[in-house]
């Protein structure tokens, strides 16, 4: 029996095909928001661009297969390659990085379509809508390309965290307004080679300018900004190419992004404007945050004495903060958690939204060392526990618990919802020095009467921790 194709309807499996990849990014994303199924909907979303992938080849009119399947193998053996190699504390910087990537390339995709249409030719979809689509996806993906490749950069340590001069403000300003000028001409009509590398030359240079103003402090929301301006570059290109799977896929991810974003700038009680134009999160650099005055001194203890206390406990909160990644102390952390539930006494692990140097970095990172998700809590389900748990355990953060959010009004982070340790009835700091945060704010909770710190990298005073428990 002969399978006759020619009355097959390549057009409609090709839809179908796309349909069905935009279900899968669909459900992946939304089995993305729990960690429980975290894992399915990753491997539903890569289904989902395998399927949107492989449809590409069945075009009528494609022919460059050799290029694109040279392109495919490169970058698949690139990313697994990283992905195996990368430290889970690289994971911010790998995001940034892959976030800047896809910008790029719908930044890419629209570079081509209006080079054609400065060439004479006509866009995929022609018309002075998809004309604008077009300029407007390249101009916010190529903000995002190289946002976001200061951010990695950043957070690598390949360059110093902020840069700031008189009149920056004003100045990005005005660069700004130059290039909308040129995406205005770029949507007017015709227009040459020149018009169009000076558009995408200003769209580059807004990019860096926006990053390279913001600190440490405020990675985590930046790192969403762009990944919400990626999903957006690639849904208005997506329109341009008439590629369903694009369009859905970008406008899910943009969507989803713009609402991450929103919820960690509110976790801050700040303004997304306030992020991207204050100087708050400038102190990781030497910058100059604004000081609190402070009474007191802290109070040093050992890790010995600590873990007597914690032994002996009945509530232990512990709250991991970007020094216990640096140490890379969770699996250390997590075994102390193991001995002390063996004693009968109750842990769980706090988390604030913006802990870390992106959105979900804690959680990553415990989940990695097999922490149940039943133990840990977000800010608004443990701060009601903290007046009533022995010890809150610090491992690493900074801002976060800073008790000037609630009792000093001239703070730049008065406001900012923060985890209640200070109301621990003992509170013991894990922490390399006594330097401030990455705010550059001095951290009131260290000079509280129940505050003890234990100086030290945190794996080796989590292992000391864990020496002294055992020897009980």
Known sequence: MELNLEGLNFELLIEVAYFAAAIL??????????????RRGIFWAGIGMLVATLVSFAYPDMHNYIPMTAAILIGGI?????????????????????????????AAIAAVEL????????????????????????????IAFSGSMIAFAKLQGWMRKVYRFKGQQIFNLAIFGALLYYGWVLTGGSFGQNELMIFFGLALLVGVLMTIGIGGADMPVVISLYNALTGLAVGFEGFVLQNPAMMIAGIVVGSAGTLLTQLM?????RSLGNVLFSSFGTGD?????????????????????????MAYAESVIIVPGYGMAVAQAQHKVWELTKILQEKGVRVSFAIHPV????????????????????LIYDLEDINSQFPTADVALVIGANDVVNPAARKDTSSPIY?????????ARNVFVIKRGQGTGFSGIENLLFFEDNTRMCYGDAQDVAQKLITGVKSL
């Open 25 to 38: 990014f669909i459900m992946g994303l939304k089995a993305m928001s729990s960690p429980v199924t975290a």
């Open 78 to 106: 690139i990313a697994w390659w990283t992905g195996k190699r990368v430290a889970m504390t690289d994971m911010p910087q790998m995001i940034a990085l892959y976030n800047g990537m896809g910008g790029g390339s719908a």
């Open 115 to 142: 080079v054609r249409l400065s060439a004479g030719g006509e866009l995929t979809l022609s018309g002075p809508v998809s004309q604008a689509l077009a300029v407007i996806g390249a101009l916010i993906g190529t």
């Open 265 to 269: 700038a509110r976790a801050m009680n």
């Open 285 to 309: 650099d030497g910058g100059s945050g604004s000081a609190v005055e402070v009474s007191g001194t802290m109070k040093a203890i050992n890790a010995a004495d600590a873990a007597i206390t």
């Open 355 to 374: 802990a870390g140097r992106m959105p979900g970095h804690m959680n990553v990172l415990l989940a990695e060392a097999g922490v149940p998700y039943d």
């Open 415 to 423: 406001g900012m919802p923060i985890l209640d340790a200070d109301k």
